[in-house]
């Protein structure tokens, strides 16, 4: 078996999926389909990774990633549409060696009860084949070692692609009430994930209906935030009624 699989990595060498270069295993930086360049370029850039929430239902949020960066919304576009269902792997792993770097943060987040995942509809998970917020989900939870439930919350309601939208208002009215708490989180210290934070309506609404259910605390984490690393925090904070780029695809 071990030979058949050398076989195949010389055949199909792994390449970075940022950058697209084949991977020198003995060059990277620990993140088994992105090459040391684009790690040292786009990972961890964010300080500690964490950030507050524009809406206040979640305590705050944990993306390692800026969706601002072209090879990374490239990535996740092709992870979330083109069937690149390998890279929720990878991005997932890339959350949790983010969080593990940041001692403070994985001693707090390590005793949480559960990490959820954000629900997509039965209609899109038919057209798209899986639901992307719950393989990386699962891949982070893994490695975390805390439990993963994708059963905690369901979407009730199908809806128009959040990308259809550009205002936080419009988004958040998409999809108010779309979703709804299936299993008991009373009390419970829940870590809500999802693929990308770019109004913080999709979190805002997940976040409020796991904390009227009972849970005790949310946070989210995501895989990248909409966000450029290389300006002030002020950038992410803009108004509730402010527009977001076209590219977004939350």
């Known amino acids: 078996m071990r030979f058949f699989q050398w076989l195949v990595s010389q055949a199909f060498p792994p390449k970075c999926m940022f950058c697209g270069k084949v991977i020198d295993p003995d060059e990277t930086l620990g993140f088994s389909r992105v090459c040391a360049a684009c790690s040292e370029r786009f990972i961890g850039r964010s300080g500690d990774a964490t950030f507050p929430c524009k809406l206040p239902a979640a305590s705050f949020l944990v993306a390692p990633l800026s969706y601002a960066e072209q090879p990374v919304a490239s990535a996740l576009r092709a992870y979330k549409f083109y069937h690149k269902k390998v890279y929720g792997i990878a991005f997932g792993e890339i959350v949790a060696k983010t969080i593990w770097q940041n001692k403070d943060l994985f001693a707090y987040l390590r005793f ?7 629900p997509i509809s ?20 893994k490695l975390l070692q805390i439990p993963f439930d994708p059963a905690v919350l369901k979407k009730i309601r199908h809806t128009k692609r959040q990308s259809s939208f550009r205002s936080l208002p419009e988004r958040a009215a998409n999809i108010e ?13 829940v870590i809500l994930f999802d693929d990308i934070y770019t109004t913080g309506a999709t979190v805002n609404e997940c976040s409020k209906v796991l904390l009227n259910a009972g849970a005790k605390i949310v946070v989210a984490v995501c895989i990248a935030v909409n966000r450029s690393f290389e300006k002030e925090p002020e950038y992410f904070q803009q108004d509730s009624d402010g527009e977001i780029p076209e590219n977004s695809l939350e």
Do not use: P
């Not at 009430?177 to 210290?189: F, L, M, T």
């Open 112 to 118: 949480f009860d559960v990490m959820v995942c954000v």
């Open 122 to 141: 039965a209609q899109r998970r038919n057209e798209r084949g899986y639901n992307q917020s719950e393989i990386a989900g699962r891949s982070a939870a």
């Open 177 to 189: 009430g779309a979703y709804a708490v299936q299993k008991d989180v009373k009390d419970r210290k």
